[in-house]
């Protein structure tokens, strides 16, 4: 499976970079880009949550192989539509929903099936492994995407994506269902409301979805600002743009390497800390005058980002029950990829109204300003309590 997925997430980062290059191509607009991205996003806020129901009830190698057949189709009709030249924008703006209905449904259910494959002991490590991989695709993904676009068009990248979920079917029925760690089944209602309330009954935990959410909103829109920051700011080429997605996955994979390995007792303090780092070097980003400098602070964003993702990822992981997993998980990417439904729009319209540069600068400051947000609302409480 790790292997399986490591061609499936170099095809996903494919498609995605070519994806906004021919939103580009066909409208030259950033709203629209926006737009793309929004509906990708729009499913996760419902049905991340649906699919953790499903994987709390249900066989997540099953579920899986049901999701991996509706994106591989998905990526697949859209590469078509390109190479035979029959591709408008309504098309990308179908099948980026259609992809994104079947992959947010997937994503709790494969994240949960992590502690299936490895068991409870080494689930942390396998978090920040999967996002090691996950990112590895980031930096091979990208830079293959922007020289097939230069070479052959968009087509090419979205035919790698469908078939690479090929070789995940083909994993998942090749499995052993002898040596997985099965999962208690819930028994109750299953309902989310019992996951919310186990979510509301834990301070940090709650926190760390505030956090989530804010922090999805403004900060993860890199693909756009790195898109809008190479064609306006530095006129660079399809390679050229799809270089800076594999310069930013270099640190995101020493985030992901470096989360696997630090101190789990302090996720917590760790997410708020390197947030308001984070801030700090949002406003060198969107100061930096020419590509050499932004791209040189593009790793240590990565190693920033990831770091904080696969915390956060984790701490929601290790600290739910079996039982309640899925539609935790579920909950915790409704709001952390199902925002982008709104906020990539938003965000490709801000970029549009006042520029790139100063919606780097905004990103900063929600960033460098929602830990402290958050622990004044906290103290405040406590001081309410008492």
Known sequence: MFAANSLSNVGTWAQRVAQDWLVLELTGSAALLGIVTGLQFAPSLVMSIYGGKLADRLSKRKLIFWTSTGSGLSAG?????????????????VLAFSLGLFSSTEAPIRQSFTSELVGEKDLPNAVGLNSANFNAGRLIGPAFAGFTIALFGTGPAFLLNASSYIVVIVTLLF?????????????????????????????????????????SNFALHFQLFNALMATKEFGLSAAGFGSLGSIFAIGSITGALLAARLNPEKRYERIMKLAMVMGVVFVALALAPNYVIYAALLPIMGTLGLTIMISANSFVQTTTPQTLRGRVIGLYL?????????????????????????SILLAGAVTFLTPIGIQALSSRRMNAAN
Request: net charge negative.
């Open 77 to 93: 009709l859209l590469g078509l539509l390109v190479v035979t030249e029959h591709i408008q924008i309504w098309h990308v703006l």
């Open 334 to 358: 409704s709001v952390f990829i199902g925002s982008g439904a709104f906020s990539s729009p938003a965000m490709g319209w801000f970029c549009g109204l006042v520029g790139v540069r100063t």
């Open 175 to 215: 499995l052993r269902e002898d040596e997985l760690h099965p999962q208690e089944k819930s028994e109750g209602n299953n309902s989310i409301r019992e996951a919310l309330d186990y979510i509301m009954s834990s301070r940090e935990l709650k926190n760390i979805f505030i956090f989530v959410f804010l922090f």
